[in-house]
């Protein structure tokens, strides 16, 4: 039988009854993410564990303390905690440490996998499938990409103890485009907290020439799937005056090449930015504007929410599930919807002000804090 945990005891934090009938688990955390860039199911990975290492100092996850660790490849980053240690181990770094490597020096524990992959012989796991983007876009990934994720997913969502996904939206994708059952697959949501978890860095402001301008972000400019064409059309169709477009994200000329009338003077393309960084340039902005074609989830919006910035995003299911009634939204494709939605942003701010508190309201309820509760609640039930 298994067990879940009771949260709302007295308003505190009540034991999982799991902890209480049996011993806990050792947990080995899959650290392959700790060779990787820092992308959505990399952040994912970093400020779960974080919140994890937190909660180990909590009544109701104690008798975790000393059963979990972090076991990475030879070229790990570091990544110290508190109370998780991390165990560099093996020779390679790719799909052959995941699939032999880590498994073998992970013999004994439930092995926890964050970031998509894990070994598909091991049955004793949890993993977190954050979405079915290589199904859905298979031209933004290079084949030995996609045939690594065409055949490694389905088998770990059908051999895995327990497949968790991000939102309800990528369970119904990965249900449709890998064939998998996903009825009984639990859904895990992110946070945004860690963008208010750093002090802004208003200095950035005046680094990029923003300073007495008014302007509108969008972040993740390099993807093909930020609909980045479309937002830069209904940016130059709302006629916003002095008012910029500020894009974040790394350069991509194949991104950016495919712009006809992108316009250098009125929309900035500011290349990688920070968490500090980013935190300013959401406080300051009028409005996160994030079209985007395909989500998974959709952590922008929540971090403009968290820091009190409006958001105009599509209506892209994810983001619609994500943002709700405190996000604007238009249709995709909607050139003329999206700059008119921009017109009222830049022009209203009594609309602003609402949309700030509905976003503050709204990200309040995705924190890593209770992102890591129901994931090690999982592995608890697994056992």
């Known amino acids: 039988m298994k067990h879940t945990a009771d949260f709302t005891v007295s308003g505190k934090a009540a034991a999982p009854q799991s902890l209480v009938s049996a011993p806990p688990p050792r947990i080995a955390i899959n650290g392959r993410f700790l060779t990787q860039g820092l992308s959505g199911v990399q952040r994912f990975g970093s400020e779960i564990i974080k919140a994890i290492d937190a909660l180990l100092d909590t009544d109701a996850y104690r008798a975790l303390k000393g059963r979990i660790e972090i076991v990475a490849p030879p070229k790990a980053r570091d990544f110290p905690l508190k109370n998780i240690p991390l165990r560099r181990c093996g020779w390679s770094n790719g799909y052959l440490w995941e699939q032999v490597e880590f498994p073998l020096h992970a013999a004994g524990a439930l092995l926890l996998n964050l970031c998509m992959l894990g070994p598909v012989a091991v049955r004793r796991q949890v993993v977190v499938v954050h979405d079915a983007t290589v199904k859905a876009l298979p031209g933004n990934f290079s084949w030995r990409f ?26 119904r994708e990965i249900g449709k485009l890998y064939g ?8 895990c949501s992110e946070g945004g907290d860690h963008i208010t978890a750093v002090p802004a860095d208003d200095c950035v402001i005046e680094r990029l020439g923003l300073a007495g301008h008014k302007f509108l972000i969008s972040v993740g400019a390099n993807s093909s799937n930020k609909n980045i064409e479309v ?8 006629k916003l005056g002095n008012t910029l477009l500020v894009l974040t994200g790394k350069r991509d000329p194949a991104v950016f090449g495919k712009l006809k009338d992108f316009n250098a003077d009125a929309v900035k393309n500011v290349g990688q930015v920070n968490d500090a960084e980013l ?9 996160l504007v994030f079209p985007s074609r395909y989500e998974g989830f959709g952590l922008p919006p929540i971090e403009a929410m968290m820091c009190g910035c409006p958001v105009i995003i599509s209506d892209q299911p994810a983001l619609v599930e994500v943002g709700s009634d405190a996000a604007l939204r238009c249709g995709m494709d909607d050139v003329t919807g999206l700059a008119q939605l921009m017109r009222e942003v830049d022009g209203r701010p009594e609309l602003r002000a609402k949309l700030s508190a509905a976003g503050r309201a709204r990200a309040g309820q995705f924190t890593w804090t209770a992102a890591a509760r129901r994931l090690l609640d999982h592995c608890i039930e697994v056992g």
Not at 231 to 238: M, N, W
Not at 279 to 287: D, K, N, P, T
């Open 146 to 171: 996609r045939t690594a994720y065409s055949l490694l997913i389905p088998l770990l969502c059908r051999r895995a103890a327990q497949a968790v996904t991000v939102s309800e939206f990528s369970r």
């Open 180 to 187: 998998v059952d996903t009825g009984s697959m639990p859904v």
């Open 231 to 238: 937002l830069v059309a209904a940016f130059g169709r709302a």
């Open 279 to 287: 935190r300013a340039l959401y406080e300051h902005a009028l409005a």
